[in-house]
């Protein structure tokens, strides 16, 4: 218990670590010093724990490749300025095939957006963000956050919105974007942040050799009708394209 991260959950592979028995574990929770999560999960009686203190355990506990990313990761990286009105659900991504314990889908499904994707590799622009309890986070940096945020728009997130951020993301790093770019397997992806890129006039886009980035052929069309960027191969919104500025 002295060891116990506040607002966490204390899995069965953890416990068994440091030693407690499945007896104990049944002692325990008849005792009351542990609540059941469900099957392999446990919290402290009378203890609040969020979707950020479950994911810290199943970051370092259960070891599993999951992060906060996309518009979640840029939230917490404390820039105001990304904030959306109103509520959202947190955005996290993994490889595919990457399960979340159904212990978590039960109690923090409603919270999250879990998002399996191949778009980029799984360790590559990580960095850790304090939770609001305090502890540390594994999440996305705002390079790779804002790839993973135009991986899902239009879906997800409108391009509008979308183009605001981008606009505001001055401070990028030239040498961890183009890593990110280069391996990035959304040929979308990479043209959309291009040309928002382009358009907000970031210092960033000085610093890109795009010759070496694989931007594939044909048209990428990102909403029925609208306006053709011939540069980009991109049919965009109508006024996303004409309001520059």
């Known amino acids: 218990m002295d060891v116990w991260e506040p607002h966490t959950v204390a899995t069965s592979a953890h416990l068994k670590t440091l030693g407690v028995t499945p007896q104990d574990v049944q002692k ?3 005792s009351h010093w542990l609540a ?4 392999g999960a446990f919290k402290r009686p009378n203890e609040t724990v969020t ?6 355990s199943i970051q370092t506990q259960l070891k599993l490749p999951v992060h906060v990313g996309a518009l979640t990761a840029l939230e917490m990286s404390g820039n105001s300025h990304y904030l959306r009105f109103g509520t959202t ?3 996290l991504f993994s490889p595919l095939n990457v399960v979340l314990p159904q212990w978590f889908r039960t109690h923090w499904g409603d919270d999250i957006r879990h998002m399996q994707s191949k778009l980029l ?3 590559l622009g990580l960095t850790e963000y304090k939770a609001p309890e305090g502890f540390p986070l594994k999440a996305a940096s705002a390079e790779r956050a804002a790839l993973e945020m135009l991986h899902l728009a239009p879906k997800e997130f409108d391009l509008f919105e979308a183009a605001m951020i981008i606009e505001g993301m001055t401070s990028l790093r030239p040498q961890l974007m183009q890593a990110l770019l280069e391996v ?3 040929v979308k992806v990479k043209r959309l942040f291009l040309y928002l890129a382009e358009r907000a006039g970031l210092p960033i886009m000085r610093h890109l050799d795009v010759t ?3 931007l594939g052929s044909g048209d990428r069309s990102l909403v029925p009708t609208g306006r053709y960027v011939a540069k980009y191969q991109l049919l965009l919104p109508k006024d996303l394209v004409d309001h520059v500025g």
Do not use: F, M, V
């Open 28 to 30: 325990y929770t008849a």
């Open 184 to 186: 990035c397997a959304s």
């Open 89 to 91: 659900k947190a955005y």
């Open 121 to 123: 590799p799984p360790d």
């Open 51 to 56: 979707w950020q203190g479950a994911l810290y």
């Open 36 to 39: 059941s999560l469900g099957r």
């Open 212 to 214: 070496r980035l694989e």
